[in-house]
């Protein structure tokens, strides 16, 4: 038995998820932790996401931040199990997204494992993306192969779909290998189009979507977009979907009510999601989604009422939260690094060929 710790932090910048996980050699979530992104700590790693004067610093210090919140997390899930850093054998810490640009070479995540290590006193795992670029490879999404050992039951077609700042789908087949890219926005322009409208967060159980209507000729306009047209591997990040892509579209239009705008994002997130699977995956039997957008009942609704052939339900019908599956992830992936077990998957980002990621920094 040996337990690992998984920390992430994903596009929506909310916060911090921690899981603490036995690999006994079945997966099993034993305990989560959420430490709530302070505003300061987030609005500079949303600036670091596009150019900015000083960035280098900006970055060196917005991830010490990061870090000590990670830290204070996990040294509170610690004391919480009543477990000291020798029980556990690797934090998997995925670190905070600023750059994705598998097309240029490169992807970032800032979050200091050297300073995790010293603040944890545990060996930390990270940088498990750049591997599988330098190999070729999207370096995302790299939660399909996870999916895989958690959901795959051997019978019929079954897919997985996280809906977080971006929304991205594993396809598990019977005696196939799992494939899986990014389909497009999840909740990333939902989030910043009714923060910038009403100055809140999120849309809860997507209640402001549901009071517009979908306006058509702007939901053609954003399906425009190249990315959709492309077939996987692929995957994308803010450096393509954003506030300013929106409202760049949305200088095409007459003025479009700002629920009509919400409501018309829930919609494009919806039908990218299902014409992505329905395109790579025929007769899809089950879609288990995990991730925030898990609890937008009206986005749930949306991709039942899209898939009448497709059970759509949580993860959480296999008794797995959705809230916690990108954490649980990262954990599994610190023991892959440790063990020396491939963990990208060709097949899903495009690699020519497996790979062990991550990068080790020992306690």
């Known amino acids: 038995m040996a337990l690992y710790i998984g920390?992430?932090?994903?596009?929506?910048?909310?916060?911090?998820?921690?899981?603490?996980?036995?690999?006994?050699?079945?997966?099993?979530?034993?305990?989560?932790?959420?430490?709530?992104?302070?505003?300061?700590?987030?609005?500079?790693?949303?600036?670091?996401?596009?150019?900015?004067?000083?960035?280098?610093?900006?970055?060196?210090?917005?991830?010490?931040?990061?870090?000590?919140?990670?830290?204070?997390?996990?040294?509170?899930?610690?004391?919480?199990?009543?477990?000291?850093?020798?029980?556990?054998?690797?934090?998997?810490?995925?670190?905070?997204?600023?750059?994705?640009?598998?097309?240029?070479?490169?992807?970032?995540?800032?979050?200091?494992?050297?300073?995790?290590?010293?603040?944890?006193?545990?060996?930390?795992?990270?940088?498990?993306?750049?591997?599988d670029v330098a190999a070729g490879g999207q370096g995302a999404p790299l939660v399909p192969a996870f999916h895989e050992a958690l959901f795959d039951q051997q019978t019929g077609n079954r897919a997985v779909l996280n809906v977080g700042g971006f929304s991205n789908l594993s396809l598990i087949e019977a005696s196939k290998p799992v494939t899986g890219f990014d389909c497009g926005p999840g909740n990333v322009l939902l989030d910043a189009w009714i923060q910038a409208q009403r100055s809140e967060n999120f849309d809860h159980n997507g209640q402001w979507a549901a009071s517009g209507q979908v306006d058509q000729p702007l939901l053609n306009t954003l399906l425009s977009d190249p990315f959709f047209a492309t077939q996987g591997p692929k995957s994308t990040g803010r450096e393509v979907f954003n506030l300013q892509w929106l409202q760049q579209h949305l200088a095409a239009h007459e003025a479009i009510a700002a629920e009509n705008v919400q409501a018309t994002l829930l919609e494009l997130t919806a039908l990218t999601i299902v014409e992505s699977l329905q395109s790579a995956q025929r007769d899809t039997q089950e879609l288990l989604v995990c991730g925030g957008g898990a609890h937008n009942a009206t986005l749930m609704s949306r991709l039942a009422a899209l898939l009448p052939q497709t059970r759509v339900s949580s993860t959480a019908q296999y008794g797995v939260d959705p809230d916690w599956v990108e954490a649980m992830a990262f954990a599994w992936l610190a023991h892959c690094c440790l063990e020396g077990i491939a963990a990208n998957r060709p097949s899903v980002t495009g690699a020519r060929g497996l790979r062990v990621l991550g990068a080790i920094y020992p306690a």
């Open 7 to 131: 920390v992430m932090s994903g596009t929506s910048l909310d916060g911090l998820d921690i899981a603490l996980i036995e690999q006994n050699p079945a997966i099993r979530l034993i305990a989560t932790h959420y430490i709530p992104m302070p505003d300061t700590l987030r609005a500079e790693l949303l600036s670091l996401c596009a150019s900015g004067p000083d960035e280098i610093a900006r970055s060196a210090i917005a991830q010490q931040h990061w870090v000590g919140l990670a830290a204070q997390g996990i040294n509170q899930l610690l004391q919480q199990q009543k477990l000291r850093p020798q029980d556990i054998r690797a934090i998997g810490s995925h670190g905070q997204t600023v750059r994705h640009e598998p097309q240029r070479g490169f992807t970032v995540q800032i979050g200091n494992p050297a300073l995790l290590t010293e603040l944890t006193g545990i060996t930390v795992v990270s940088d498990f993306r750049s591997r």
